[in-house]
């Protein structure tokens, strides 16, 4: 259990909360045992169906049909219905972008369906901003259920795009809870995005917002619903201000945390993605404290839950417009596609290795992403790559950029990257995957110093040459400067083409037909296994 200690914080003033609840008085008998039922999901990445999982289990991947909105909606009224004055359920961001009926739509289909969802309250992740400002604002106002941020401003007036934190009496027992998005948005995301955002640092008003909330609003039970990833997530319940802070209700990297991590002034969850998962935090709760804590990562497994009725037909309403479209054929794959290994996976292998026939580039490089649901192999031994498939690979078509760079600023970029994903200081890390990459070999160590990782690059299977220039590709990312290639900075002879990635990938799976990509050893740190697929120093957490 928590240690629930009491921080001495001097009274600081409150920055833009709003109160939701409309009860401050204790209503249960305070000697009395309550049970709290929390629900949570996070990174729904705009997967209304079910979908293939890729789940790790004895040393081999594996695969199952897990997912779909309308099975989880079933799955929160059944929760529900066990104590229905005793749940709250909430979602943790990134819920429209990642999939074709989001970006076609623009985020606008997911407004009918969350509405009925039956969500308590919900926060913004670091791809909300995707469409833009006012988009963003539009699409969340529709939901007609709270969002809350409490680090997000309108970069104009000052004033706070959301209430900073939602406060809900169940049982007699007051749950408070304050959010916070990812404050490098501006540079993990196309800059142009969040144009009109101010993003402030969590320690700029944490400890105002916990004194607001324990000393003057009286909560018993304290929550922070972030955005800003796992590794991030446990540094930040190791600070002492959180010393009066009960769970970190964690999200962004798409965790599948099966036991909260136990940090040294909090406790940490995060419930998987593309709503495959719901996490289930189950809290007694005596004279104001927690005496008694369970947690389960439920699967959202459609033979269990069948298909809300109500939700279904919202999806295929919303869907419909989209349907044929989406569903077009692009080509066919032999091996599983699929994206949650941190150093290298089929998936990205396949997208820069199409950048790169269409290119001729020395070096196509791609983001290091973890959204995209896998694509299995079916007893056919091969499996359709649709138009959907590739929103969900590609969820924002950029046009394709074409650069040089010398060895030099090559070499100086991936340390930068390396250091993005394995910094010893979480602070310092930004996202959680190595960049993707194809036509270059890269070994490197994960746990040395910054700025001495890099082993060996090979580039067209020859030594790299700092002194010679390399022709790359990327995509274009709207809103920073023309030199710059996926991070990388003052390439020369840059030039936006009149193509983009998507399609690259439809005139490459045209003249493939059939495609067969697998990791093959392109980039491998030489102090880590083979199979990595998370990393948070300090903790026994393993993704499975």
Not at 153 to 165: H, N, R, V
Not at 304 to 326: C, G, H, N, R, S
């Amino acid at each position: 259990m928590i240690p629930h200690k009491i921080l001495g914080l001097a009274a600081l003033a409150l920055l833009g909360g709003t109160l939701f609840s409309c009860k401050d008085a204790k209503t249960a008998d305070e000697n009395t045992e309550q049970t709290i039922t929390i629900l949570q999901t996070a990174d729904i990445h705009g997967q209304l169906q079910p979908h293939d999982e890729l789940f790790w289990e004895n040393e081999q991947i594996t695969f199952r049909k897990l997912g779909g909105l309308a099975h989880m909606k079933t799955l929160f009224e059944q929760e529900r219905s066990k104590d229905p004055e005793g749940t709250l359920i909430l979602d943790g961001g990134d819920m429209i972008q990642g999939s074709a009926v989001a970006a076609l739509s623009h985020g606008k289909a997911f407004a009918p369906i969350i509405k009925a969802m039956g969500y308590d309250f919900l926060i913004p992740g670091n791809w909300e901003v995707v469409y833009g400002k006012q988009t963003m604002m539009d699409v969340l106002q529709h939901y007609d259920t709270p969002v809350i941020s409490a680090n997000m401003y309108d970069e104009a007036s000052g004033e706070t795009l959301f209430p900073q934190y939602f406060i809900k009496e169940l049982k007699g027992v007051k749950l408070g809870f304050i959010s916070y998005n990812d404050s490098e948005i501006p540079v993990r995301q196309n800059p142009s995005f969040s144009k009109g955002i101010r993003f402030d640092p969590i320690d700029k008003n944490l400890e105002a917002l916990i004194t607001e909330l324990k000393d003057n609003q009286k909560v018993d039970l304290l929550f922070l619903v972030t955005h800003i990833g796992v590794s991030k997530q446990y540094d930040l319940a190791n600070h002492p201000a959180l010393q009066r802070v009960d769970y970190i209700l964690g999200n962004d990297t798409h965790e599948r945390i099966r036991k909260p991590l136990q940090a040294k002034y909090s406790m940490v969850t995060e419930p998987g993605a593309f709503a495959s998962f719901v996490g289930k935090l189950t809290l007694t709760v005596k004279d104001g404290k927690i005496i008694k804590e369970d947690y389960d990562l439920m699967e959202v497994d459609p033979n269990t839950y069948p298909a809300d009725a109500q939700v279904a037909q919202l999806i295929d309403q919303e869907t419909a417009p989209y349907k044929e479209e989406i569903e077009q054929v692009l080509g066919y794959t032999s091996t599983p596609l699929y994206r949650y290994f941190v150093v290298e996976n089929p998936m990205d292998n396949f997208i820069t290795d199409a950048a790169r026939w269409k290119t001729g580039a020395d070096i196509s490089i791609s983001n290091g992403f973890r959204f995209s649901t896998p694509i299995s192999i079916g007893e056919s031994g091969k499996a359709p790559i649709t138009r959907a498939d590739l929103w969900s690979m590609l969820p924002v078509n950029e046009k394709v950029k074409i650069g040089k760079a010398t060895g030099k600023q090559i070499k100086d970029w991936l340390e930068k990257e390396i250091h993005n994903v394995f910094a010893q200081n979480p602070m310092e890390r930004f996202g959680g995957w190595l960049v993707r990459f194809s036509g270059m070999e890269l070994t490197f160590y994960a746990n040395k110093p910054k700025g001495e990782r890099v082993a060996s690059i090979l580039i067209g299977g020859e030594p790299m040459q700092e002194d010679k220039l390399y022709t790359l590709s990327a995509c274009r990312r709207e809103g920073e400067p023309l030199p710059t290639l996926c991070r990388m900075p003052n390439t020369v002879e840059t030039e936006v083409m009149d193509y983009t990635v998507h399609d690259v990938i439809v005139e490459y799976l045209k003249a493939k037909g059939t495609i067969a990509p697998v990791m093959d050893g392109r980039a491998k740190a030489l102090d880590l296994g083979d199979n990595v697929l998370s990393q948070l120093p300090g903790t026994d957490y393993q993704f499975h």
